[in-house]
């Protein structure tokens, strides 16, 4: 393969793991890629999977903060980026990055952030991102309708991921990693991406650390609610039992906008009035793995694989994450009486008290806006903080809990510490990603100090570094989070008693 070099970083795009998802190979496990003859030219990134537009690129706010730049799709997908400070026999620790986009959309290359090159240069590791099948393209359970050809459906975007790391596996030492030393860690869909892989026995042996990012999806719907959305789809496309195989020649595109449809009509919209109960997303979201008992045989509670036990876990979430102030110019002018007329609504009027007086007690000093944001976002921080505990109780391998609160100045500083907002500091791409950073020394320094412990728990897996207060494993009896700011602390039950009221009710 022939990629190139930048400030002293060997990347490759683009490169084949598996074969085209095309035609007879749809809703089927992924294939071997088909070798070739020559020198590959691997320089620009390749397709993305198949995939519902977009529903913000409209939204100017968003779109210039997450730059995201998709690229073409086509079911020719199944594509590994590496990037790599030297092509050598030195065995550098291996991470693997998992795009966000739940289990809908998304791709590895679809924001800037997710660019390698620093990361790689900064550890001395190597980086490697990919694409897989999302959607009805790879989540589209058939196997009630179809059977056995067709049994796995319902996790071939699972198994393209499983593909992928298998890939890493046999090719990483030529690009001077370690198969031996492979970190797998996402954000969003992709850290819900890493919690189901954690409950995969397929995937023992591919990876030997994880990282969940804002993304502790710990329950997965079972085969009953994924047949019923793939029965919608069936009904949107007019393909019935008997014709099932004309779903390997119609046009991709007709199958994306009947799973479009399908959802619609399967899945009532969310509750916005209280925060979202992240850790069942993939349960009251259209297009998530299927708990099918072979490919996916159980729940992902805390990887409760039995082969995952041993396996150290970093986890955590931005503190404001959602309920920030998008297209909201008069955001940070928040009054206290809409707070509590939006509390009320959501609970009722006592109710709606007490969590909001918990939430002051969490947080004295905190502005009308931050309360609203913080408590708007609790239900991921909820999801990761049960995640390390579920982790933690097994008594196996080590698990770190943390919280980035770090507030972006950008947009008037009305997004704060944004769904998102700690990706350019684990890539080390805050100037890159200034749009969403706004550069400068303070944000070039923090993302030294968040990248280094990504980079160290990927080596050892554990994050410790000189630049940071010691930071205490997570366990039952000393709950300890790493808040990443200007000012890095480790805080013990960060939020408890309003994750209480919360869950009270």
């Known amino acids: 393969m022939r990629g190139f070099v930048r400030r ?33 030219s691997c320089l620009t990134y390749g397709y993305v999977s198949p995939q519902e537009p977009r529903t913000i690129w409209d939204k100017d706010e968003v779109a210039f903060v997450y730059q995201w730049e998709d690229g073409p799709q086509n079911e020719d997908c199944l594509r590994v980026n590496v990037w790599t400070p030297g092509l050598d026999d ?41 694409n897989h099948r999302v959607g009805a393209a790879g989540f589209l359970n058939l196997a009630a309708i179809g059977g056995e050809k067709y049994a796995a459906s319902a996790n071939a975007g699972l198994l393209d991921i499983i593909a992928a790391l298998e890939w890493v596996h046999d090719n990483i030492r030529n690009f001077g990693g370690d198969p031996g030393n492979v970190t797998v860690f996402g954000q969003s869909g992709g850290g819900g991406k890493v919690t189901a892989l954690m409950a995969m026995p397929r995937a023992a042996g591919l990876f030997h650390r994880a990282v969940v990012q804002s993304g502790s999806m710990l329950r997965m719907p079972g085969p009953e609610t994924t047949a019923k ?36 009509a399967v899945f009532p919209p969310v509750d916005s009035s209280k925060p979202f109960d992240f850790e069942r997303h993939c349960e009251l979201a259209a297009w998530a793995p299927t708990v099918d008992g072979a490919i996916l045989p159980e729940q992902p509670l805390g990887g409760a694989g039995v082969w995952s036990a041993k396996t150290p876990l970093l986890v955590g979430s931005t503190v404001t994450e959602f309920g920030v102030g998008f297209h909201w110019p008069e955001f940070n002018d928040f009054r206290s009486y809409e707070l509590i007329g939006r509390l009320t609504k959501a609970y009722g009027k006592e109710k709606g008290a007490r969590v909001l007086e918990a939430f002051r007690r969490d947080h004295p000093g905190a ?17 990761a903080v049960r995640h390390a505990s579920l982790k933690a109780a097994q008594g196996a391998g080590a698990v770190y809990s943390y919280l980035f609160a770090w507030n972006t100045p950008v947009l008037d500083g009305r997004i704060r510490s944004f769904h998102c907002a700690e990706l350019p500091f684990v890539f080390d791409n805050t100037d890159r990603c200034d749009q969403a950073t706004g550069g400068g020394a303070a944000a070039r320094a923090l993302a030294a ?36 700011d200007n000012t890095c602390t480790v805080v013990e039950d960060w939020g408890r008693e309003g994750l209480a009221a919360v869950a009270a009710g």
């Open 8 to 40: 002293g970083v060997f990347t490759y795009r683009g490169i084949p793991y598996g074969a085209s998802t095309g035609g007879e190979r749809r809703f089927m496990a992924p294939a071997k890629a088909a070798s070739w003859k020559g020198v590959r």
């Open 367 to 383: 502005k009308p806006c931050e309360l609203f944001a913080i408590l708007a976002s609790s239900g991921v921080h909820r999801a």
């Open 90 to 130: 030195r065995k550098r620790p291996v991470m693997v990055w998992l795009h966000g986009g739940g289990f809908s959309t998304g791709a590895g290359h679809e924001m800037k952030t997710y660019d390698g090159e620093n990361l790689a240069r900064r550890g001395e590791v190597v980086v490697v991102s990919l």
């Open 449 to 484: 100090r968040v990248s280094e412990a990504w980079i160290r728990f990927a080596r050892t897996g554990d994050p410790n570094h000189r630049e940071l207060p010691a930071w205490p494993a997570y366990t039952g009896q000393r709950r300890a989070t790493m808040v990443f």
């Open 229 to 264: 959305l793939a029965a919608a789809v069936m009904k949107e496309l007019g393909i019935t039992k008997a014709n099932l195989d004309q779903l390997q020649s119609v046009p991709v595109e007709r199958i994306v906008g009947a799973g479009v449809a399908a959802a619609k």
